[in-house]
C-alpha cells in the first residue's frame, strides 16, 4: 500500500491518502495495519476525530478493547457529542457488564443519532438495547 510505497522510495509525488488506506485495510481484515495507517493520517491531522474513531473500531476487531476504551474516551474529550464514539463505547462497556456507564453513552447517541441507510441498523440496534437495559432495571431486583 501507499505506506511501503514511501517507505521504500516510491517515485511518486502525490500525498498518501492514509486514511482512505486505513480504510482498504480495514475493510480486508488487516486491523494491524489500518492502525498504522490511521496514526499517520493522524499526523498528518492530528484533531481528525473519524480518523481517531476509526482507531478505536480496528482495536476493538483486534480484540484490544483497553485500547478502544481509550481511544473513543479520547474522541469524546475533544467532541463531547461524537455520536459514533458513545455507540462504540457503550457497546464496549456493555461487553464488560459495565451497564451503569454504558446507558448514558446510549442515550447521548440517540440524542443526535447519524441519519442515512448505513446508520438506521446502528440506531434501532441502539434503540432496542437501550429499551432492554431500561426495562430490566424497573424489573424487581433489576440493574
Known amino acids: 500500500m501507499a505506506f511501503w510505497k514511501k517507505l521504500f522510495g516510491s517515485?511518486?509525488?502525490?500525498?498518501?491518502?492514509?486514511?482512505?488506506?486505513?480504510?482498504?485495510?480495514m475493510q480486508a481484515g488487516q486491523y494491524h495495519e489500518a492502525v498504522t495507517s490511521f496514526r499517520l493520517a493522524l499526523r498528518d491531522n492530528p484533531n481528525d476525530q473519524a480518523t481517531a474513531q476509526q482507531i478505536a473500531i480496528a482495536y476493538t476487531r483486534i480484540g484490544l478493547t483497553d485500547e478502544a476504551v481509550r481511544a473513543y474516551r479520547g474522541v469524546l474529550e475533544r467532541d463531547p457529542e461524537a455520536s459514533g464514539a458513545h455507540y462504540g463505547l457503550a457497546f464496549l462497556l456493555l461487553r464488560e457488564g459495565r451497564v451503569a456507564e454504558a446507558v448514558p453513552h446510549l442515550r447521548a447517541f440517540l440524542a443526535r443519532p447519524p441519519e442515512g441507510p448505513e446508520a438506521r441498523a446502528h440506531v434501532e440496534h441502539a434503540r432496542e438495547t437501550l429499551a432492554e437495559l431500561e426495562a430490566s432495571a424497573s424489573e424487581p431486583g433489576g440493574a
Open 11 to 25: 517515485r511518486d509525488e502525490e500525498k498518501v491518502d492514509y486514511y482512505r488506506e486505513g480504510l482498504e485495510l
